[in-house]
């Protein structure tokens, strides 16, 4: 095995282990004594810890997550020298993913990695992740409807990965680009759908939940009464 072979594959072991430590659900103990699996939606993401800790804490638990998927193909691109590998540098943040949907320290339960994933696109392509982010946000300001357009701008940027000028990439090409934001997709769509391993609840059809879970992010198509459901599962212990 090369030098950089060898190189390469600890950076992908260090990548899933910064995935794999589940920031969100520690800084929730450890600055409000929450645990997030017992609160709100139950989800150890950036998305519950905003809503319980305060909209304030948005941008500085985004930026946590997106460092964790930027950093590492950044170290690798320019304090490691692994540019000449770029096709398997790109997929450094994909172990980032797959550490933080599958954590070993939450018993292999996790977030759903979109905060790691824009990180990724981020490291790569700068500006790429701007138009992915203007892309969002113009959708959600005209839809309210956070999951299901995320789950528009999974699908969409793997395409327009493909037409994006390559002299706008910091890593890589284009084709790169494109296989990690759909290799990106693929696992956080994997997660919306497998969820945290709970069971679907019994009174709505299996084809329905998964549905669900795949547009939504949830069992069943109301948030408020998705959320309250979710607190009684908890306190009956299910």
């Not at 590492?72 to 398997?88: N, R």
Request: glycine content about 12%; overall charge positive.
């Amino acid at each position: 095995m090369s030098g950089d072979a060898a190189t390469l594959i600890g950076l992908w072991a260090v990548a899933y282990l910064i995935g794999a430590m589940p920031m969100s659900y520690l800084l929730a103990r450890a600055l409000g004594g929450i645990d997030l699996r017992q609160h709100g939606s139950g989800n150890v993401g950036a998305s519950n810890f905003a809503s319980q800790m305060g909209k304030k804490w948005w941008l500085p638990i985004a930026a946590i997550d997106m460092g964790r998927g930027a950093g590492p193909v950044l170290i690798g691109q320019y304090a490691l020298g692994l540019s000449d590998m770029a096709w398997w540098l790109v997929l450094t943040p994909l172990f980032t993913i797959l550490g933080n949907n599958w954590s070993p320290f939450l018993r292999f339960t996790g977030g759903r990695s979109v905060g790691a994933w824009a990180g990724g696109i981020l490291g790569i392509a700068p500006l790429f992740f701007v138009a992915g982010l203007v892309l969002y946000v113009l959708g959600w300001r005209v839809t309210r409807r956070s999951a299901e357009w995320m789950l528009v701008v999974m699908i969409a940027l793997p395409l327009l990965a493909l037409a994006w000028p390559e002299r706008w990439l910091l890593v890589g090409a284009k084709e790169q680009l494109a296989v990690f934001a759909a290799g990106g997709a693929v696992l956080i769509l994997a997660k919306r759908l497998v969820s945290n391993g709970q069971s679907a609840p019994a009174d709505v059809p299996w084809g329905t939940v998964m549905l669900n879970r795949l547009l939504r992010d949830r069992d069943i198509a109301n948030r408020e009464e998705w959320l309250a459901r979710t607190a009684e599962y908890r306190d009956d212990g299910l």
